[in-house]
């Protein structure tokens, strides 16, 4: 992890010790002060605000001051308002910030600083996104706790992104379901009939099972589903061991991670070529589909997967533009021919 200013460790038999020192190395050197020994903490950055002089409001004067509170603020921390995944990425994306104008005055930023560096990341729309989502992030906290007066994101907009992870096939999925191992077959299952992110994938279990389904509180957003087991899941897991801890562990009997089963999954597609391209998050977009083609609405499917309303109906346009283009071809194989004018008319004059 990068220190800021004046931050320097040392390593004493075997052990890490911090400190700040202004002016270290040169003839206006200042005393020595200890820093806690763990820079992972937020007691670790709050003592070095309060060694920099910048305890408090000050402690925001500059960008990185800015992003140092709040990356040890409770809103930050909070691992019911971030997951340790959504932390780990705004701290990359920080990163950036950090770089690009760490020792500037924090209430000089302007939207078109952020603008610029989403330009310059022109050929990487989705890292120019994921920082942008971050900035905004970083300004709206900031902007309620009187840090800055303006918001950094006005008017940037985020990059279009077309493609995206793409629902599996019929053929695909029967594939996955015969060709790979018990293993990230029994993951496949869980991702294509619950609909849930691989975060929550990997955490499912017997304890999670709750008349008739699995009742669970999603890491990403903190919000409580209940997701029905339905036939097709509930036939798998009749056949699975009833044990305490999540369906899913690794071959040293280990529970995943979201990562972890990701890379195993990853390696066995590459031994399943008709999986070839094909992505987990992708599933979830199938288990979408799956539920819209059997009839539930926009807002059930929303109760069950807990996505937002906008993302269903993004990963359903295509699925119900292809049922209604199907329906037409029905309707229109159905009718009789369209009788011609010539024939309207003569029908016409005989009933006068």
Known sequence: MPLPRGVHKVLSRG???FYFQAGRGTDHAEPRVRLPDDPQTPEFWIAVRQAQGIEGKTGAATVNGLIDAYVTSPAFLDPETLTEGTRVLYRRMLQIARKAWGELPAAMLRPVHVQAVMDGFAASKGKANTFLGTMRALSGWARARGHLDSSLTEGVKPYPVTGGHKPWTTAQITSALAELNDTVRRGVVLYLYTGQ???????????????GGFTIR??????EVWCPIVPELAAEMAEWERRPGPFLLQPNGKPYSRKRFSIHFAEAREDTPALAGVTLHGLRCTAVVRLRRL????????????????MIE????????KASGKAALLYLGGTAPEP?????????????
């Open 15 to 17: 052990r890490e010790y």
């Open 314 to 321: 993004r990963y359903c346009r295509f699925a119900d533009k």
């Open 340 to 352: 011609n004018c010539k024939t309207l008319e003569i029908c016409k004059t005989k009933s006068l």
């Open 197 to 211: 992110r691989g975060s929550d994938v990997v955490r499912l279990g017997w304890t999670d099972v709750d008349e």
């Open 218 to 223: 999603q890491r990403k957003t903190g919000r």
């Open 295 to 310: 009839g539930l609405s926009v807002g059930q499917i929303g109760d069950i997967s807990g996505m937002s309303l906008a």
